[in-house]
DNA sequence: CTGAATCCCACCCGATACTG
DNA sequence: CAGTATCGGGTGGGATTCAG
């Protein structure tokens, strides 16, 4: 078949079998793009609700919710309230969400990098084809 | 990573301001489950239509072909025809894809080492929440 | 302030059938 | 082999409203 020369060093992690599937619903997480903003965003320290909402840029209250859930669920923030009048929640991320903030920090430094390329690359692709 | 402790922090480090919008676009591209799948395959190497469709285990014929597009349009992979009988297609990523691809699998390690602790935290919260 | 609940529609995507 | 075309169910997610 082909040359799988070049994964054997580093990339062998690009190469999987039908197992993909169970990987797949911890990457949905991040295919989902609220949850990816989110993690960035608490990568700088520990926010309240209203402070995501605003922060987030776009997001729903409904969206934010449940992907808060949804992340708190999957171990990756912690949410905790603090019984003030009137109520404050803050979440934060966990040990192991702090590791993948810095995945996700990183897949956006990319992203900002290459936004050019990528604007630059779609105008072309589209000139090229009516 | 910087964690800036001051909460009222508009000028945020590593993460952007309400421009969110511009780099999302980028991010969907990662948002897409089979992009991300596709890339990770490409990862090792040139591989041709019929090949992904294999190896991408579970995308329809449809999906690996219009995800295939968006990614040519992008400027992450190149198509190239080899006029032969049969036709024959191959797919690789360029150089900017490469760099994309690096962070992929960065992600797929992460979310293969961090499974085990995903599930158990779902596990766990869904025992606890009626 | 921080949610929960409901409505509802656009769009994603899978299945199927057809072509060069 | 490598696509394109079409149809249709499912759902993501926005707007709105109510509650603690």
């Given at each position: 078949?082909?040359?799988?020369?070049?994964?054997?060093?580093?990339?062998?992690?690009?190469?999987?079998?039908?197992?993909?599937?169970?990987?797949?619903?911890?990457?949905?997480?991040?295919?989902?793009?609220?949850?990816?903003?989110?993690?960035?965003?608490?990568g700088g320290g520990p926010l309240r609700y209203s402070e995501l909402r605003?922060?987030?840029?776009?997001?729903?209250?409904?969206?934010?919710?449940?992907?808060?859930?949804?992340?708190?669920?999957?171990?990756?923030?912690?949410?905790?309230v603090i019984p003030t009048t009137p109520p404050r929640v803050d979440y934060?991320?966990?040990?192991?969400?702090?590791?993948?903030?810095?995945?996700?920090?990183?897949?956006?430094?990319?992203?900002?990098?290459?936004?050019?390329?990528?604007?630059?690359?779609?105008?072309?692709?589209?000139?090229?084809?009516?």
């Amino acid at each position: 078949m082909t040359q799988d020369g070049t994964l054997t060093a580093q990339t062998h992690t690009g190469v999987r079998g039908p197992q993909d599937c169970e990987v797949r619903d911890v990457l949905d997480r991040i295919g989902d793009k609220w949850s990816v903003l989110i993690m960035a965003r608490l990568g700088g320290g520990p926010l309240r609700y209203s402070e995501l909402r605003r922060v987030v840029d776009g997001i729903s209250q409904r969206m934010l919710t449940v992907t808060l859930r949804g992340l708190e669920r999957d171990g990756l923030i912690t949410r905790t309230v603090i019984p003030t009048t009137p109520p404050r929640v803050d979440y934060a991320l966990t040990e192991v969400g702090e590791t993948l903030a810095g995945e996700v920090a990183s897949l956006i430094r990319w992203a900002e990098a290459n936004r050019p390329y990528v604007a630059a690359s779609r105008a072309a692709f589209d000139a090229t084809t009516p």
